[in-house]
């Protein structure tokens, strides 16, 4: 199986502004688990797509964090003024 294919629920699932944070968080577990255990290790054809996919699901997850934590720190806005998009 190809691993992009096999990663690709993950990382969809991280990247949905309709994911909840404990979702989001149980899929960046399983990511990692993946990617530590050395489970796509060795060179294969489609390589980089994947590492593209995985560097950009975790911008996302990290400009959403800095999203929020901005806006938790300042004035109360409306939520319809601020949304996170998926890459």
Partial sequence: MDPLEYLTPFLETVK???TSGPITLVALSALH???ARGVLGGCWPGQL???CRIACCLSSVIGCMALA???SSAAPASPAD???TPC
Avoid: W
């Fill in 16 to 18: 949905s502004p309709e």
């Fill in 33 to 35: 688990k993946i990617i």
């Fill in 49 to 51: 797509a994947l590492l």
């Fill in 69 to 71: 934590l901005l806006l």
């Fill in 82 to 84: 601020h949304t996170c």
